[in-house]
């Protein structure tokens, strides 16, 4: 999702047409204007030209709108025009409309397209804003000469929508993630017993939608092949939904040869009912129950035989300590065993992990070597992740 912040400048007659090539490039468009920008362009023209719900306060109850959902969810923060209001508020972290909280918020590269007469561009105070912004890693576009508003010309032309669209897509396209094609599995299997029960377990999915929202941030194409969760699907990710094994198999085994990165996140039943009745079963007349299992595939052992050449594979291990090894133990010889070139291993005892919003992993290498640890929030123990990845993804 791109947002695209608008100020109240009359430049902002042309943000329509930058909306429109950003929509047509399949982008999906989040506009925020400021209150005096609906002075300029009205609520509906926005709304119209995007299909989402326009709102210029924080206050504003509109489900989604809130700053903290837009600012996560940016690739990209556009805003266009920056008026030399906007400016101000932006370079003193001011956080008074929903813009500029968005921009407070958010990780996303920043792009601003300034628009003013010139005397307000080259006022110091103004240059300062901008010298401000752009130390923070904000792009500034050059405001072109040209005319104004009224009969004089000189520099603060906001620059035309192509250009700052084009801007736009290098600051998607930006860096070596770009277009790289990820593929990620996450949730956990169900296994059917009967109609209405499963055999399951309590993985959340959380560490593989937090990896797959880095991947798509850092500008990869992302697909996600989701078992059973039911958290929300990050922004600009391809999902596809499956319950059992076999149909995480499947849908693994279709997409892994686009794939350059692959990440088995996904917590895989390793056995499932041999026959699961097709009718519930019930309790009357039973001392107990005994369920007859047999084998699923294991289908990181299939993508690791059928990887491609220069084709990355990342597992997982949720591993406990016993009698015979430590967990890190066991999950060095794990990630030694099934071939994967980098095993997360994570410590279960006591359920520790799952559901939770933090982690704490240990990555190995193939010849079962650490590599890293990471530990914090999913998010963040994703980017250590994808950065281990990417050492291993680019030197090849
Ligand atoms: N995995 C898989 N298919 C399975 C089981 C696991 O692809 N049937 C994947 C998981 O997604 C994970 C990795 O294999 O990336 C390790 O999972 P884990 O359950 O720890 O491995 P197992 O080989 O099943 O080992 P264990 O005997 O410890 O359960």
Redo the contacts with the bound molecule.
């Keep these: 999702m791109i947002v695209v912040g608008v100020a109240g400048g009359i430049a902002a007659y042309k943000t329509p047409a930058l909306i429109r090539l950003l929509t047509e490039a399949g982008h999906r468009v989040r506009v925020v204007p400021t209150e005096a920008a609906l002075r300029f362009v009205g609520r509906a023209t926005f709304e119209a030209l995007t299909g989402e719900p326009v709102c210029t306060s924080v206050f504003d109850q509109a489900a989604g709108v809130d700053h903290v959902a837009l600012a996560g969810g940016a690739r990209v923060v556009v805003v266009a025009p920056a008026t030399a209001d906007l400016l101000a508020r932006a370079a003193a972290g001011r956080a008074d409309d929903l813009l500029t909280a968005t921009l407070l918020a958010t990780r996303a590269p920043v792009l601003m397209a300034p628009a003013m007469h010139s005397a307000m561009l080259e006022h110091p105070a103004t240059r300062a804003n901008l010298a401000t912004l752009a130390a923070r890693g904000v792009t500034v576009l050059d405001s072109p000469a040209g005319r104004l508003t009224g009969a004089d010309s000189g520099p603060g032309r906001m620059a035309e929508p192509a250009d700052i669209a084009a801007a736009v897509g290098r600051l998607l396209g930006a860096g070596p993630w770009a277009g790289l094609n990820v593929l990620v599995?996450a949730g956990g299997t169900r296994e059917p017993l009967d109609p209405v029960r499963f055999l399951g377990n309590r993985s959340s999915g959380k560490q593989g939608l937090a990896l797959s929202d880095a991947a798509a941030r850092r500008a990869a194409r992302v697909t996600l092949v989701a078992a059973n969760v039911d958290q929300p699907i990050p922004a600009g990710v391809e999902v596809v939904r499956v319950g059992t094994?076999l149909e995480l198999e499947a849908a693994m085994a279709a997409r892994a040869p686009q794939a350059d990165l692959v990440v088995?996140?996904?917590?895989?039943?390793?056995f499932r009912p041999a026959e699961p009745a097709g009718a519930k079963i019930k309790r009357a007349g039973r001392d107990g129950l005994s369920l007859s299992l047999v084998p699923?595939?294991?289908?990181?052992?299939g993508?690791v035989a059928a990887r491609r050449p220069g084709q990355v594979i990342v597992?997982?291990?949720?591993?406990t300590g016993d009698a015979a090894a430590s967990a890190l133990e066991?999950a060095a010889a794990?990630a030694r065993r099934?071939g994967?070139d980098l095993t997360v291993a994570n410590v279960v005892a006591g359920g520790a992990v799952f559901g939770e919003d933090v982690n704490d992993v240990v990555l190995f290498g193939a010849d079962g070597a650490e590599v890293a640890r990471a530990s914090g929030s999913k998010r963040a123990v994703a980017e250590v992740i994808l950065d281990a990845a990417a050492a291993l993804v680019f030197e090849r």
């Design positions: 599995s094994a088995m996140a996904a917590a895989v039943a390793d699923n595939p294991d289908i990181l052992a993508l597992a997982f291990a949720a591993e066991h794990k099934k994967a």
